[in-house]
């Protein structure tokens, strides 16, 4: 472990913000559902010498010279995650989810071209065509929904009617707020139909896809897949690009450097090649099994003591409450009492929200993060009571200090990998 001699020398502010970080993270619970823990090893890769290094271009094409180790390095990054992913390329480039988006939609896409994407209030993200975006001043883009949100099941009929009078480019999988599996199969035969390429962005599920308890989107013909290789991956932060076939491979390569960065983040680079090692280890499809059991098992007691999930259940590592049916409360009211128990999550828009994206009406909760630091179906209860007596007891500021306390107890037998206190 890093002591941090010098930088508590060099620059204490930094230095106690850093230490007040460890802590926090250390006691409380870290719910939110982009959310992880990497390893020691992760951890120091990411503080070392290879931040001194420009390294623009590719492994055996560089710009600069001196590139013997960066080669190295970025050649295993890139065969791990070709071997996790059954991809034929990869490029480890991309600085984090959003501009490895933005590189994809450059590669395969020309100015004025229409791409189809998950309703952003049914779980899509903000790169998939958010109006607040400048990508919806290039492109065009149309949604496709939940037919019943009770299940949360897609409207494939209405996404092929539609698919088939608008005629887009790309139809685009992926979400950072939908618990349910996607049927990338008749995604696929929508897209064969009207010519468009298939994008996945499996930013949210990639840990679960490499632990094969999800489905690979590449299984279903899928063209390319967009990833951060953060959240459930389980490595630092930063993006990836995979495609299905070689070919396509090379508009990526040419999208992400010289068409939208400059050079790769080498000590990030490295640090995916470890990450990526570890994701191919036994262990790692025990943690993402583990991860799945551990938000079934969230969700279905949850639901048994009457809290309403969108969905009714979940099918991944996330779920997301319907606060105002559950307790006629807004998800900002719920963030901030979680919050003031040490229970991190974040408010959330559901399926057809009348409130506003800073006050909701849900909150979203995963469980990647609380299963790193080894969390099982017993502590699943443990905290969804912490949270249900948080509700009720939300007016009495003894008790949720109470409660607060508690909840520093149950995190102290549960260490935070990379920080020994
Ligand atoms: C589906 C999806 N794509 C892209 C991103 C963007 O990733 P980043 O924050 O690393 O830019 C996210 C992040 O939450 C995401 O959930």
Redo the contacts with the bound molecule.
């Keep these: 472990m890093p002591t941090y001699t010098s930088l508590q020398t060099e620059d204490p502010a930094i230095y106690e913000a850093l230490v007040g970080e460890m802590k926090r993270q250390t006691e409380g619970v870290e719910m939110i559902a982009?959310e992880n823990y990497v390893s020691p090893a992760v951890l120091e890769c990411m503080g070392t010498v290879f931040n001194n290094k420009y390294s623009e271009g590719y492994p055996g094409k560089r710009y600069y010279a001196g590139q013997e180790f960066t080669d190295a390095v970025e050649n295993l990054a890139i065969e791990r995650a070709k071997q996790l992913f059954d991809a034929a390329h990869a490029n480890v480039q991309p600085h984090?989810?959003?501009?490895?988006?933005v590189a994809m939609y450059f590669a395969l896409l020309e100015p004025g071209d229409t791409v189809m994407g998950m309703d952003l209030s049914h779980g899509g993200?903000?790169?998939?065509g958010h109006p607040v975006t400048y990508l919806t001043k290039i492109f065009k883009f149309i949604r496709y929904k939940m037919k019943d949100i009770e299940t949360g099941e897609i409207d494939y009929d209405e996404m092929r009617q539609v698919a088939l009078k608008e005629k887009p480019k790309m139809i685009l999988a992926?979400?950072?707020a939908y618990p349910r599996e996607l049927n990338y199969a008749k995604m696929k035969a929508i897209a064969d139909e009207v010519g468009a390429v298939t994008v996945a962005?499996?930013?949210?599920i990639a840990g679960l896809i490499a632990g094969k308890v999800l489905r690979n989107p590449f299984h279903d013909g899928f063209d390319v897949i967009?990833t951060?290789t953060?959240?459930t991956l389980r490595g630092p932060?930063?993006?990836m690009i995979l495609t299905r076939e070689a070919e396509l491979g090379k508009k990526i390569d040419k999208s992400v450097f010289p068409g939208f960065q400059g050079g790769p983040i080498m000590q990030m680079v490295a640090a995916k090649a470890v990450a990526f090692g570890e994701a191919l280890k036994p262990e790692f499809r025990q943690y993402a099994k583990q991860v799945v059991v551990n938000s079934k098992h969230l969700a279905a007691y949850l639901m048994v003591k009457g809290v309403k999930l969108v969905t009714n259940g979940t099918d991944n590592h996330l779920m997301l409450i319907d606060c105002v049916k559950s307790w006629n409360l807004g998800g900002n009211e719920i963030e901030t009492l979680f919050d003031r128990i040490g229970i991190t999550l974040n408010k959330n828009m559901i399926a057809n929200d009348t409130r506003k994206p800073m006050d909701p009406s849900g909150v979203r909760l995963g469980t990647p993060a609380i299963t790193t630091r080894g969390m099982k179906e017993k502590e699943m209860e443990k905290l969804a009571d912490f949270m249900l007596t948080a509700v009720a007891s939300r007016a009495d500021e003894t008790a949720l200090l109470k409660l607060h306390e508690e909840v520093k107890t149950f995190c102290r037998k549960f260490p935070v990998p990379g920080i020994t206190t």
């Design positions: 982009s984090a989810g959003a501009p490895a988006n993200h903000l790169t998939h992926g979400f950072s962005d499996m930013a949210h967009t951060t953060h959240k932060r930063g993006g």
